[in-house]
């Protein structure tokens, strides 16, 4: 079946840089990447939609100069948290869309800022 | 817009037990509905769906049946595993974009043997 390929796993960086997660759809294009959010003991919040080509859509509430999305090709997204501060550590997950693509999670990036 | 609700949890049972987590939700149009399973350090797997009204989405023992009339999507498990304990999402998808999908927050299954 199809597979997102999410990586880092997991990271640790100083308050202050910049982080970069890739996801990477293997044998689908994916015109459409879902970034998710989830912090500890919550359910997952949609931050933005990036589409293939154009900007990315961001829900209300995310700041779009702090999450940085490029979607530079049909099987690859990238979310970078820029200037992290302890508060952004959290779980990113991504999901790749086209249609009939509930199934197609990463496997997640839990991201900690020291 | 659309939501949606799930049990708070913990729930706690022991093996073999009968599992039941409710879901319901609030959508406009014709949603699809899904449960979900994240394991601990893992991310999401898809562990059933159902995308219409009747519809019995079913998997590894786990069934869930779409109420449109009582706009619910329960899931079941007639007798659960110690390998079952994990967290688990409702969620929908419908609208404009079929495929951004709305979550509930989460219900944590333990099981104890």
């Known amino acids: 079946g199809a597979v997102v390929s999410q990586h880092p796993s997991r990271v640790i960086c100083k308050s202050g840089t910049s982080v970069k997660i890739e996801c990477r759809s293997l044998?689908?294009?994916?015109?459409?990447m879902f970034w998710y959010r989830q912090f500890p003991k919550q359910s997952l919040m949609l931050m933005a939609t990036?589409?293939?080509?154009?900007?990315?859509?961001?829900e209300q509430g995310v700041e779009k100069d702090k999450f940085l999305i490029n979607h530079a090709s049909l099987t690859l997204s990238t979310l970078t948290v820029t200037s992290a501060h302890p508060e952004d550590s959290s779980f990113y997950i991504c999901?790749?869309?086209?249609?009939?693509?509930?199934?197609?999670f990463g496997q997640g990036t839990r991201l900690t800022v020291v | 817009g659309d939501s949606v609700t799930q049990m708070e949890g913990p729930v706690t049972l022991s093996e073999e037990a009968f599992l039941t987590i409710n879901c319901t939700y609030t959508?406009?149009?014709?949603?699809?509905l899904f449960w979900y399973v994240q394991y601990p350090g893992e991310g999401l797997q898809l562990l059933l769906k159902?995308?219409?009204?009747?519809d019995k989405g079913s998997n590894k023992g786990f069934e869930a049946t779409y109420r449109k009339e009582t706009t619910s999507f329960h899931l079941e498990k007639g007798s659960v595993q110690v390998s079952d304990s994990a967290v688990y999402f409702c969620?929908?998808?419908?609208?404009?974009?079929?495929?951004?999908?709305?979550f509930g927050t989460g219900t944590r299954l333990q099981v104890f043997p």
């Open positions: 999901k790749g869309g086209g249609g009939g693509t509930e199934a197609f």
């Open positions: 969620a929908l998808s419908g609208g404009y974009n079929t495929d951004k999908l709305i």
């Open positions: 990036s589409n293939e080509g154009s900007k990315a859509t961001y």
């Open positions: 044998d689908f294009q994916a015109t459409t």
């Open positions: 959508a406009t149009g014709y949603p699809s």
């Open positions: 159902a995308t219409k009204a009747d």
